[in-house]
T-cell receptor
Framework: SQTIHQWPATLVQPVGSPLSLECTVE??????LYWYRQAAGRGLQLLFY??????ISSEVPQNLSASRPQDRQFILSSKKLLLSDSGFYLC????????????FGPGTRLTVL | DQQVKQNSPSLSVQEGRISILNCDYT??????FLWYKKYPAEGPTFLIS?????DKNEDGRFTVFLNKSAKHLSLHIVPSQPGDSAVYFC?????????????FGKGTKLSVIP
């Protein structure tokens, strides 16, 4: 069966510090991978998606970036965090074979102070 | 422009009764719809989905209804249980659009009262 991992679970960072959140998927190959953010009181906003290694598409202009160095690894980064980057970050995967359902990881709660 | 709308931010239902969560969409290109359940500090869990070729899909206590002409879908939970208390997100996508991106509503917080 497939599993998705995210770490860290929680993170408190000062404004201006860098960020690296990691997501890995097990039990499948060539998944589509997604980064979402849920800000307080809001829905899920798609930030990035990837259909393969090294292929990243950005949905929202921001100071975040994403990378996919391996088939089942997806990384969300920032060089300098802003207060507005606080939120709950979710990684999701989807089978690259016609299924529409996406399956989410446990999330990372990021607080920027 | 919010393409998927959940107009009720919260809903309270007595245990054993029916919970009805509603969702509206504006993009006529959407052809596949999903419901997710989310507990605090956890990732959303996939519940049930429906293709636009159907108007109903049932899975145990959960039934999703789709009214394409009204661009409206609803999730029925019968009977409601205290463990169903969570935030429910409606999502929509356009099949074959490459990345299969999901567009989410803002969620409805369901509280099932024992």
């Amino acid at each position: 069966s497939q599993t998705i991992h995210q770490w860290p679970a929680t993170l408190v960072q000062p404004v201006g510090s860098p960020l690296s959140l990691e997501c890995t998927v097990e039990g499948t190959s060539n998944p589509n991978l997604y980064w979402y953010r849920q800000a307080a009181g809001r829905g899920l906003q798609l930030l990035f998606y990837s259909v393969g290694i090294g292929q990243i598409s950005s949905e929202v202009p921001q100071n975040l970036s994403a990378s996919r160095p391996q088939d089942r690894q997806f990384i969300l980064s920032s060089k300098k965090l802003l207060l507005s980057d606080s939120g709950f970050y979710l990684c999701a995967w989807r089978l690259d074979r016609g299924w529409n359902e996406q399956f989410f990881g446990p999330g990372t709660r990021l607080t920027v102070l | 422009d919010q393409q998927v709308k959940q107009n009720s931010p919260s809903l309270s239902v007595q245990e054993g009764r029916i919970s009805i969560l509603n969702c509206d969409y504006t993009n006529s290109m959407f052809d596949y719809f999903l419901w997710y359940k989310k507990y605090p500090a956890e990732g959303p869990t996939f519940l049930i989905s429906i293709s636009s070729i159907k108007d109903k899909n049932e899975d145990g206590r959960f039934t999703v209804f789709l009214n394409k002409s009204a661009k409206h879908l609803s999730l029925h939970i019968v009977p409601s249980q205290p463990g169903d208390s969570a935030v429910y997100f409606c999502a929509a996508t356009r099949s074959g659009a490459g990345s299969y991106q999901l567009t989410f509503g803002k969620g409805t917080k369901l509280s099932v009262i024992p």
